[in-house]
């Protein structure tokens, strides 16, 4: 199972709502995910090395120019 995958069983920490794969490039087919987004809370859990930091302190706050989930 990929990250991609995981998102319909992972539930944001703050608020339990979905999270969306936030991708390293939207445009490319096969693009690596750099984490998960809480389109409720505005926050995003960073990935590294395919690992989520789902530590609601680490997460990082988005921002309105921040158009991408």
């Known amino acids: 199972m990929n990250l991609h995958e995981y ?4 539930r944001c920490p703050r608020c339990r709502g ?6 390293a490039d939207p445009s ?3 693009s690596a995910v750099e984490g ?3 389109g409720a809370c ?3 859990y960073p990935a590294h090395d395919g690992i989520v930091n789902f530590t609601p ?3 990082v706050a ?7 989930p």
């Open 7 to 10: 998102a319909t069983l992972f």
């Open 18 to 23: 979905e999270l969306a794969p936030h991708l």
């Open 28 to 30: 490319a087919a096969t």
């Open 36 to 38: 998960f987004t809480c």
């Open 42 to 44: 505005r926050v995003r």
């Open 57 to 59: 302190d680490d997460a």
């Open 62 to 68: 988005l921002t309105e120019g921040d158009a991408r």
